[in-house]
T-cell receptor
């Protein structure tokens, strides 16, 4: 069964610093991959998704992620953190067919002024 | 209209009450989902409706009863809940049936449920 691992339950960066949130998937067949952001007391919002087209995917709010099959990874990056980026980030994967979306455990991003 | 709406925003209920959560989308999406999310945890899938038919029930207790009256509306009926059912309940939708793995899900803001 598919599983998603997010390394680091909490990441703290300074404002203006690089943001790197890690995500690894388990399946031998590359799944479709998603990054969602959740602000406090809100629902999840899609940042970006990988659907087997370009391996470098650009999303909203200056975020991007690179799919690396050899590393089974889909890490999320942003060159310069902003205070408004502080939130919970979830990586998720789905395979073909009627299988549920599998979420990682989430990474809480804190941005320090 | 490009959003999923959920009502109420907050709900407090006793263990003997009956209440319902409502979710609505007008994007023409054909799959709708209920998730339960506890604090500091990822969402846990409860139910999936595909083309208004229940396609996935993740072994949810019968005190939760989903209903999909039409393609735009999804309800979750609650009865005899337990305090451990207190959580954020999220609704989501996706454009095509639930078998379309590359479709992203659009989430509502959630209903914060407290069971006393």
């Amino acid at each position: 069964a598919q599983s998603v691992t997010q390394l680091g339950s909490h990441v703290s960066v300074s404002e203006g610093a690089l943001v790197l949130l890690r995500c690894n998937y388990s399946s031998s067949v590359p799944p479709y991959l998603f990054w969602y952001v959740q602000y406090p007391n809100q629902g999840l919002q899609l940042l970006l998704k990988y659907t087997s087209a370009a391996t470098l995917v650009k999303g909203i709010n200056g975020f991007e992620a690179e799919f690396k099959k050899s590393e089974t990874s889909f890490h999320l990056t942003k060159p310069s953190a902003h205070m408004s980026d502080a939130a919970e980030y979830f990586c998720a994967a789905s395979n073909s067919g009627n299988t549920p979306l599998v979420f990682g455990k989430g990474t809480r991003l804190s941005v320090i002024a | 209209d490009t959003e999923v709406t959920q009502t109420p925003k907050h709900l407090v209920m006793g263990m003997t009450n009956k209440k319902s959560l409502k979710c609505e989308q007008h994007m023409g999406h054909r799959a709708m989902y209920w998730y339960k999310q506890k604090a500091k945890k990822p969402p846990e899938l409860m139910f999936v409706y595909s083309y208004e038919k229940l396609s996935i029930n993740e072994s949810v207790p019968s005190r939760f009863s989903p209903e999909c009256p039409n393609s735009s509306l999804l309800n979750l009926h609650l009865h005899a809940l337990q305090p451990e059912d207190s959580a954020l309940y999220l609704c989501a939708s996706s454009p095509r049936g639930s078998g379309r793995a590359k479709d992203e899900q659009f989430f509502g803001p959630g209903t914060r449920l407290t069971v006393l």
